[in-house]
């Protein structure tokens, strides 16, 4: 009998299973959780789960009415230890095995460390991750006063948000010269900066810290510019690892994330990757991607079901993200470099304005920051490559809402 096994537990598997179902597969689908939890959205750990208000996601990504509906057999505190490819046998953390005809990998990522004195022996310093991660830190938080976030990317800065909403003393430590300055360029990391200095968050550029201090607690971060930082928690957001020893001990091909083709399957017969574990080659660019985002994760799921399926896959989703930061959220479609001219439409002090960024007339990426509908309309001008116009540009502003 046909038995399809879902290694993890995040967007990328639940949307694979929702997506096999959908496509008429009738065998039998597992999925393998090492969490205890039922599988959950990540995007509001570090936004509304940790300030207590109401966000735009649901906290699980399904009840467990749709499992039981489905007929997927959801298998929780069951992590999965190795993986016979050439058996298409997976070896469970209880001792047990179990075949498959066909594997998704879906193994996700697993937080940076930083290995400066004090970071792995103080409490109050914390790792986000996994919803046990954001029920320690959220507890943290609220017994701390003063608060250091180190790393300023997408999780860094929504964090950093997080407890300056709380009532917080918060100092993001920014390596660079203005946060979320890779993910965005200096013009929309400006924007950035100014929000969050207006909500009273210090912000340290082109530093890092070299050490943690305190007795037991930490109390003290210490910056490679001779500067000090107070903080009773503190919150380490340097970026994440692909989980892929899994893969790895099995013989898979890796290189920052499990390889796959542009249908999602691995360099092993019938063993499928997909979401922030997977590197996958996009035939639009010509080179393999990895990314952590959540639109990747469930677009690469529900990819990946249909190509164990036996349909013809080619994954070129347009990249999509998004980031809620105090009471301004903001979309981001697309993929810019430095050597784009960027074109802004819209108010910027009020936050309500689209960025769009062009190489030789073309669009490469949109960001559009408190008006919605802007990638349903950059999609196709990013797609096609053709000649955009001011006009144009000024067009999809006007449309949005």
């Not at 689209?354 to 669009?363: C, H, I, P, S």
Request: aromatic share 6%; glycine share 10%; net charge negative.
């Amino acid at each position: 009998m046909e038995h399809i096994v879902l290694v993890g537990a995040g967007l990328a598997s639940t949307y694979a299973a929702a997506q096999l179902r959908s496509s008429g597969y009738n065998g039998r689908i597992t999925m393998l959780s090492e969490e205890t939890e039922q599988p959950y959205d990540h995007v509001p750990l570090s936004k509304d789960f940790l300030y207590g208000g109401e966000g735009y996601h649901e906290l699980y990504l399904r009840d467990a009415e749709f499992y039981r509906q489905h007929d997927i057999d959801l298998k929780l505190d069951t992590p999965v230890t190795g993986l016979d490819a050439e058996a298409k046998v997976l070896h469970l953390g209880t001792g047990a095995t179990m075949d498959y005809s066909s594997a998704l990998l879906a193994t996700g990522a697993t937080p940076r460390r930083l290995t400066v004195p004090g970071a792995d022996e103080l409490t109050g310093v914390q790792y986000l991750r996994t919803l046990n991660d954001a029920t320690a830190l959220r507890s943290q938080l609220y017994d701390s006063e003063r608060v250091a976030v180190i790393g300023a990317g997408l999780l860094g800065c929504e964090v950093a948000a997080s407890a300056a909403m709380l009532g917080k003393d918060v100092t993001l430590i920014c390596r660079s010269s203005l946060p979320l300055r890779s993910a965005l360029g200096e013009e929309m990391a400006t924007v950035y900066r100014d929000l969050h200095v207006e909500q009273g968050v210090s912000i340290l550029t082109n530093t890092e810290a070299t050490a943690l201090h305190g007795n037991g607690r930490v109390e003290q971060v210490v910056l490679d510019n001779g500067m000090t930082v107070e903080a009773g928690t503190v919150l380490i957001a340097v970026g994440a690892t692909p989980r892929t020893a899994l893969a790895e001990h099995a013989g898979l091909e890796v290189n920052n994330g499990i390889v796959t083709d542009a249908s999602l399957a691995t360099s092993v017969p019938d063993v499928f990757a997909a979401g922030d574990v997977a590197s996958v080659w996009n035939p639009t660019i010509g080179r393999h991607e990895r990314r952590e985002h959540f639109n990747t994760a469930r677009t690469q799921g529900k990819a990946a079901a249909r190509s164990m399926l036996g349909e013809a896959v080619s994954y070129d989703v347009i990249p999509f993200f998004f980031s809620d930061q105090y009471d301004v959220w903001m979309e981001y479609t697309g993929t810019a470099g430095g050597d784009c001219e960027v074109v802004v439409h819209g108010d910027v002090p009020s936050h309500r304005f689209v960025a769009f960024w062009l190489r030789d007339g073309r669009l490469q990426a949109a960001m559009n920051m408190g008006l919605k509908g802007v990638p349903r309309a950059a999609r196709p001008l990013i797609r096609s490559r053709e000649t955009v116009t001011d006009q144009m540009l000024r067009r999809i502003v006007e449309q949005a809402q």
